[in-house]
């Protein structure tokens, strides 16, 4: 499918509704959730019984050829607020890391659960970071070991979007000590697991509202169908591995795949802060007046928002570009998904740091929520990869690719032979409008008008 930037009336209303349930229930408890550090249940609640939260309905975005639904869903929910809007799409990182791993009849088991049904809510979370190394992934200490029909977890987990108080755990392990990091599995825990145990929840500066918490597996025992994938596609995936290894080469892990399917899902949630401090900024900007005029009427606060709203743009068509790449089956060769989160978390924090510049005092006391965006939005240049490696990952891909021209240049042009042979700026049309125009006094007056259609420009 073409990328198109026009939405569909589904991908407008879409937006639409996503837009007043931030606006309506989610920015007026914001601050509240954030300052007592709470877990926004009744908000959930809402989403729920709006259709926000359920795995159908980000199966059903996720499906989207156009790749546009993911992204204008979440830039809208987290211009409420990040903390809320982590709260809700938690499970639908998790969702991700099954939909990659799991068999048909373990999605169609463990999808409902990561969610639930409104009235009774359950929890996902996805725990693949640990102490000793979120960004080196040769640092994974966490082992599973096969004991009859049972595997049997031991390992420390660090900063876990709902790790302890969630239904569903999804949990990477090393099953292959000769293999390390590039033997891994996924496998699913359930909450209440014995051996599972809630070490603390950490206290963050920012995006307070969602859970985030340090775990550790004491001996937890999983029945061995809670293996994602199961132990056939891990056999051949580590035989895979071990060769691989052998001849000296690279191959990916599951766990990696999924961070580079949801890293324009995260780059949306960015976009999502960042327009909500661009769009306070400048309303204030136009009614504060300091000598004697609105501020904005200096270059010294215009300038800078001129900057960042072109910045911003540019970023979501990076999101967008990367989210239909993803949607479309088209890899992310040159590091595109890389790209676009690189380019929507660092505008997010340059955004909400000139609106706390630009509202002087007021911006720097919780009166007004620009501080909390700060706060909220340096989480995104930290999880789902840092800054830094987003910079490795696209400076290796380009490496790999060596100097080949950009994506447009590879991808499978639309509109088969016709268009190539009669199709805007073809040799066929450029001869045909010169030769019109050379026999201008000899040709009827509407063939000429016709042929000249081609010099006309668009209206
Ligand atoms: C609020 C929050 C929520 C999170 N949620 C989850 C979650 O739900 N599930 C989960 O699994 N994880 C989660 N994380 C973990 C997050 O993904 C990691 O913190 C992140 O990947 C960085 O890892 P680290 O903290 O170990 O930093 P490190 O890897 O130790 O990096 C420290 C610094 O060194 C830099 N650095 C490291 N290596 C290089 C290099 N080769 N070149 C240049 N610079 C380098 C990094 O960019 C960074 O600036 C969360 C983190 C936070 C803060």
């Known amino acids: 499918m073409a990328f198109d930037l026009t939405p569909t009336a589904a991908q407008h209303d879409l937006a639409k509704r996503a837009h007043e349930f931030a606006q309506d229930c989610i920015r007026p408890v914001a601050q509240q959730y954030d300052q007592a550090q709470e877990f926004p249940w009744p908000v959930l609640e809402e989403a729920a019984e709006r259709g926000f939260y359920s795995p159908l309905f980000y199966r059903d975005l996720i499906g989207d050829p156009t790749g546009l639904s993911l992204p204008m869903f979440m830039e809208e929910l987290f211009w409420g607020c990040a903390g809320i809007g982590l709260a809700i799409v938690m499970p639908a990182l998790a969702l991700s890391a099954i939909g990659q791993a799991a068999t048909p009849e373990q999605m169609l088991q463990w999808a409902p659960e990561c969610f639930g049904t409104p009235g009774d809510l359950k929890l996902a979370a996805l725990a693949i970071s640990e102490p000793e190394g979120g960004s080196d992934v040769r640092n994974l200490r966490t082992r599973a070991v096969r004991d009859g029909d049972d595997w049997i977890i031991d390992g420390h987990k660090m900063w876990i979007g709902n790790g302890g108080i969630a239904d569903v755990h999804v949990v990477n392990a090393v099953v292959d000590q000769e293999l390390g990091h590039r033997g891994q599995a996924l496998f699913v825990v359930p ?120 910045q911003i743009d540019a970023a979501r068509l990076l999101t967008w570009r990367a989210s239909w790449m993803a949607a479309n089956g088209v890899p992310f060769e040159r590091g595109e998904g890389s790209m676009a989160k690189l380019a929507a978390s660092e505008v997010a924090v340059r955004t909400t740091e000139r609106a706390i510049q630009t509202m002087g005092g007021w911006g720097y006391i919780t009166d007004h929520p620009v501080e909390k965006w700060y706060r909220d939005a340096k989480l995104y240049t930290i999880f789902e990869g840092t800054s830094e490696i987003q910079r490795i990952v696209i400076s290796h891909a380009l490496g790999a690719v060596d100097g080949r021209p950009p994506l447009h240049v590879d991808l499978e042009p639309s509109g088969g032979p016709l268009n190539k042979m009669f199709g805007r700026g073809t040799e066929v049309r450029g001869r045909a409008a010169a030769s019109a125009l050379n026999m201008r006094d000899h040709v009827p007056g509407p063939i000429l008008k016709a042929a000249l259609k081609i010099l006309r420009p668009p209206r």
């Open 191 to 310: 909450g209440g697991t014995p051996g599972l145990q809630l070490v603390r929840k950490l206290d963050k500066l920012g995006c307070r509202a969602s859970h985030t918490a340090e775990l550790k597996f004491d001996h937890v025992r999983v029945p061995a169908d809670n293996l994602l994938g199961g132990m056939e596609k891990l056999e051949r995936s580590l035989a895979k591995r071990r060769e691989a290894a052998r001849n000296g080469g690279r191959s990916g892990s599951v766990t990696l795949g999924t961070f580079e399917q949801t890293r324009p899902m995260v780059a949306a949630q960015a976009l999502g802060i960042a327009r909500a401090a661009l769009e306070y900024m400048t309303t204030y900007a136009n009614r504060r007046e300091a000598f004697g005029a609105p501020i904005i009427d200096n270059q010294g606060v215009s300038f800078p928002i001129a900057d960042l709203a072109t």
